[in-house]
């Protein structure tokens, strides 16, 4: 459930392959055309009942033709989905990849700008010709705090504070608040918009640029075989405030479209789509406690994949 007194609450199942889904995948293939759907959270769709992701109602609503297998990673970066992808065909062969794209999945893929997240492939370095490429640290476990850890979990009352109230980011961000103001820098922090520091990202696009342009045609010569589609989000806030025009993140669609472009992979933009239907509608598209797809959102993002893929 989300936010203060479990509002929007849902169920999810974990599958034997370790993924969450309420289906089991399987190596074998049948007449059906397998989609493979791989990115983060949004992927995991963990917000919304089983049957009402996207991915879900697409193959609910073509049983005899489609098969989605989702594979999402919660904080998964774009740089980390290829190596998702390797797993993937290796096991399940799927006809089409989709990817789906979250704003901060460009800044994520760097690892100095996140040099928290050890767990996620990541670039290090790049240069005309070559990457330095951050290999993911396994895990390393430590019985009696992890034990703890376990135990602990198993109090409703601390899920509730630290996933519905969220308590530890509420203190920290308290706690950072009031040092900055003793420090008298608060209102020269950088401007964030859709979770990604749009300071960082005008004063160094060049390197979202090399990012996206290698990564995407990796990705291309990694699976010269399957039918690649991206899907993006659209710079949502802008979209209900009505200032679309004023989004700085929406140079990362752009940069994206240039890309899939060149090396022949299908793009669609939620933005265009997200903005006509707000402007008609007026629904948002997340929930006011978490930026996450709703249940509407999903829907839409459902709309827009089956008229995509009706329309080859």
């Known amino acids: 459930s989300i936010g203060g007194l479990c509002r929007h609450p ?14 089991e995948y399987h190596k074998e293939k049948n007449k ?11 992927v995991q769709a963990m917000h919304v009942e089983h049957d009402q992701s996207f991915f879900s ?22 740089y980390h989905y290829l190596y998702m ?14 990817f789906i794209l979250i704003h901060n999945d460009f800044d994520e893929s760097i690892a100095r700008f996140v ?36 135990f602990i979990k198993k109090s409703a009352l601390f899920r509730y504070l630290n996933y519905n109230i969220n308590i530890r980011a509420i203190y920290t961000h308290w706690k950072n608040v009031r040092r900055l103001k003793k420090e008298g820098v608060l209102e ?6 859709n979770n990604i520091n749009v300071d960082r990202l005008e004063e160094e696009g060049i390197i979202f640029k090399k990012l996206i342009s290698s990564t995407t045609k990796e990705i291309r010569e990694t699976f010269p075989r399957q039918h690649i589609i991206f899907m993006m989000d659209g710079p949502r806030q802008h979209i209900y405030e009505n200032r679309l025009a004023e989004s700085k993140v929406i140079l990362l669609n752009q ?9 022949e992979i299908d793009f669609i933009d939620l933005t265009t789509t997200f903005h006509n239907d ?15 797809w709703n249940e509407y959102g999903h829907k839409i993002v459902f709309r827009e994949l089956k008229k995509h893929l009706l329309s080859e």
Not at 32 to 42: L, Q, V
Not at 121 to 146: A, G, H, K, M, R
Not at 255 to 263: A, P, Q, R, S, W
């Open 10 to 23: 849902s169920h999810w199942k974990m599958n034997k392959q370790g993924w969450l889904n309420s289906k």
């Open 32 to 42: 059906r055309k397998r989609i493979a759907i791989i990115g983060d959270s949004y």
């Open 57 to 78: 109602i697409l193959e609910s609503e073509n049983p005899d033709s489609l098969e989605c297998y989702s594979f999402g990673v919660s904080g998964a970066p774009f």
């Open 85 to 98: 992808g390797k797993h993937v065909t290796d096991r399940y062969a799927p006809d089409v990849m989709l």
């Open 115 to 150: 040099n928290h997240k050890k767990e996620f492939w990541t670039l290090l370095e790049q240069n005309e010709d070559d990457s330095t490429i951050f290999i993911p640290i396994p895990p390393v476990y430590n019985n009696n705090w992890d034990g703890f850890k376990r």
């Open 188 to 193: 020269t922090l950088s401007a964030y918009e």
């Open 255 to 263: 940069l994206v479209k240039e890309e899939c472009l060149k090396h």
């Open 278 to 292: 707000y402007q008609e509608n007026g629904i948002k598209f997340n929930f006011e406690e978490d930026y996450h």
